[in-house]
């Protein structure tokens, strides 16, 4: 069981927005940035979204992430088939100092 | 692009070890902070540990305290991790990453290496 949590899967349909959040608390999410990542089957995990909603070069403007408290969300909006893979958030954890990830949530695009 | 490229898979016996490693282009190694990340079968991924441009500095998750060595070799623009006292469930995906800024050690994982396969079986 991850000390993030985050929703095991998540289904929406092409060109719908969905959001992906992520659960923690004041020692991880609460007091530090968060990232996510994507991961197709098959290739390599990509960063998304870093410092909790700065994209990185190359990441589409549908990407966007958010923070409140101890709870984080990745927002996917215009969904494109190929949108579909697993997503992770990540962050630092003050108590256990190490990094941590949420247990992944599946996106299907139907 | 910078690039990383990792070693071959691996199949060990339980208690074994295995060596993995994770060739960079050009400058990399001589600026960005790499990461250890790794991936089992039906499981998330697991942040393992971290090295510095100058190999001086190395932090490991507690998970992995006494089991796991991460090393730097300049002259070869290699990074090497080694994992012992190995156990079926160690069988993953494990993956080599940069740090995305400079001398940065903020844990944003930016290019990854294509993975290794290492399974652990009797």
């Known amino acids: 069981q991850s000390v993030l949590t985050q929703p095991p899967s998540a289904t929406a349909t092409p060109g719908q927005r969905v959001t992906i959040s992520c659960s923690g608390s004041s020692s991880n999410i609460g007091s530090n940035a968060v990232n996510w990542y994507q991961h197709l089957p098959g290739a390599a995990p990509r960063l998304l979204i870093y410092n909790t909603d700065r994209r990185p070069s190359g990441v589409p403007a549908r990407f966007s992430g958010s923070k409140s408290g101890t709870s984080a969300s990745l927002a996917v909006s215009g969904l494109k088939s190929e949108d579909e893979a697993d997503y992770y958030c990540?962050?630092?954890?003050?108590?256990?100092?190490?990094?941590?990830f949420g247990g992944g949530t599946q996106l299907t695009v139907l | 692009q910078v690039q990383l490229v990792q070693s071959g898979p691996e199949v060990k016996k339980p208690g074994a070890a295995v060596r993995v490693s994770c060739k960079a282009s050009g400058n990399t190694l001589a600026k960005f902070y790499i990461h250890w990340v790794r991936r089992a079968p039906g499981q998330g991924l697991e942040w393992m540990a971290t090295i510095n441009p100058t190999g001086s500095y190395t932090r490991y998750a507690q998970k992995f305290q006494g089991r796991v060595t991460v090393t730097r070799d300049m002259s070869a623009s290699t990074i090497y991790m080694d994992l012992s006292s190995l156990r079926s469930d160690d069988t993953a995906v494990y993956y080599c990453?940069?740090?995305?800024?400079?001398?940065?050690?903020?844990?944003?994982?930016?290019?990854w290496g294509q993975g290794t396969l290492v399974t652990v079986s009797s």
């Open positions: 990540a962050t630092w954890d003050d108590d256990l100092h190490g990094v941590l």
């Open positions: 990453v940069k740090e995305l800024n400079e001398f940065s050690s903020s844990f944003y994982f930016d290019s």
